[in-house]
Structure formats: C-alpha cells, structure tokens
T-cell receptor, first 109, second 115 residues
Framework: EDQVTQSPEALRLQEGESSSLNCSYTVSGLRGLFWYRQDPGKGPEFLFTLYSAGEEKEKERLKATLTKKESFLHITAPKPEDSATYLC??????????FGSGTKLNVKP | EPEVTQTPSHQVTQMGQEVILRCVPISNHLYFYWYRQILGQKVEFLVSFYNNEISEKSEIFDDQFSVERPDGSNFTLKIRSTKLEDSAMYFCASIPLAGGGGELFFGEGSRLTVL
C-alpha cells in the first residue's frame, strides 16, 4: 500500500538550533517527492521537488535530501518565522499524490 | 506569479444544505484536484479531474459530492446535503501536465463550517 509517514509529529526548537524532519515513503512508481510549508488556515506552499535518490535542493535555511526510502528536510539555524507545519507528499502513478500528516515546527526566540 | 484562486474563503451553512465551492486553476494547467483537511488532521485526497471527467476519487467522495468544470476556467465542488463531519478546509490544486509530473499548486482554501 502506498503511504507516507512523517516524523516527528511536532518539534520544538530554540532559535538557531538546527534539526531534521523525516519523511519515509512506500509508493509504486515514484514520480517525485515534494515538501510544502503550511501556515495555519492557509494552503500548502510549495518548497521543493526531488525526483531521484541522491538529489538535494536548498532554499535559505532549508535543505531537502532524498534516498530510495526517505527524505529529510534539514533546517539550519532556524528562526521563529520558520514555525509552520511541513508537509511531505509523493507522486505515484496516474498523478496520485500521497500526503504525510506533517511535522509541526515551533521555533522559539 | 500565477495562482489558484478559491471562493468563498469561508462559508457557514446549516446541516443538510447544499454548498458549492469554486476554484479557478492556473490557466495552462490540465489536471485538477480537490483535497480536504479537517482541523489538525492530514490533507486528504477527494477527487482528481482531467479532460472534463473524474480521473480518480477517494472513498470520502461519495454520492453527496460532485465536481464540474462548467466553463473553461472554473472548477467546482458541490456537496449536496452537508453533514457536520464535512466541516473542513477544502483545497483546490492543479498540476500543469497530465502524466508529466510536477508539483501541486494549491489555492488558499475554502473553510466550510457546518452547523
């Protein structure tokens, strides 16, 4: 069964304290893995697409990496404005997207 | 930057009433989706739509739900007789290429509150 699991469910960091979020997946015919940021009451905002194992993408304090079974979203020296829920999604066959439950990140000043 | 727009942003309705949520996808996108997110829960797939017909639907998308693309721009989700458990954020999303992959572009969502 195709599925996406994110961990941890919630993460509290002090400003400047780096950490990583995990997304593990099982999907037949992976066509892409996506990271989104979601603020309360808002739609998911696209961050990264990863297509193949070994690929890395960076944007400001965020870096996403991909292996054959999981992806990590590394947050370096986070700031309070990085507080949000981070969603992982994978695209399988027939344009089906599977979402994880998200990691709620809270960065305290 | 092109964006997916959704209306209304918030709708309050009585149980049993019909609701129509509207979406204007990005103009050159071909594949459209509706997702819902109950407060504090994960984003759940409802239905995908391509070439003016439903491509796939989830178990949630029962006979109370329907989708239409009444003209070249709008994409609607109708809930015929709302239930309390339909209270959620409903997101419209689209991708540019059918079969070509690519990230989902989401609208800001429509919050539905069923009383």
């Amino acid at each position: 069964e195709d599925q996406v699991t994110q961990s941890p469910e919630a993460l509290r960091l002090q400003e400047g304290e780096s950490s990583s979020l995990n997304c593990s997946y099982t999907v037949s015919g992976l066509r892409g893995l996506f990271w989104y940021r979601q603020d309360p009451g808002k739609g998911p905002e696209f961050l990264f697409t990863l297509y193949s194992a070994g690929e890395e993408k960076e944007k400001e304090r965020l870096k996403a990496t991909l292996t054959k079974k999981e992806s990590f979203l590394h947050i370096t020296a986070p700031k309070p404005e990085d507080s949000a829920t981070y969603l992982c999604a994978v695209q399988g066959n027939f344009n089906k997207f599977y979402f994880g439950s998200g990691t709620k990140l809270n960065v305290k000043p | 930057e092109p964006e997916v727009t959704q209306t209304p942003s918030h709708q309050v309705t009585q149980m049993g009433q019909e609701v129509i949520l509207r979406c204007v996808p990005i103009s050159n996108h071909l594949y459209f989706y509706w997702y819902r997110q109950i407060l504090g829960q994960k984003v759940e797939f409802l239905v995908s739509f391509y070439n003016n017909e439903i491509s796939e639907k989830s178990e949630i998308f029962d006979d109370q739900f329907s989708v239409e693309r009444p003209d070249g721009s709008n994409f609607t989700l109708k809930i015929r007789s709302t239930k309390l458990e339909d209270s959620a954020m409903y997101f419209c999303a689209s991708i540019p290429l059918a079969g070509g992959g690519g990230e989902l572009f989401f609208g800001e969502g429509s919050r539905l509150t069923v009383l």
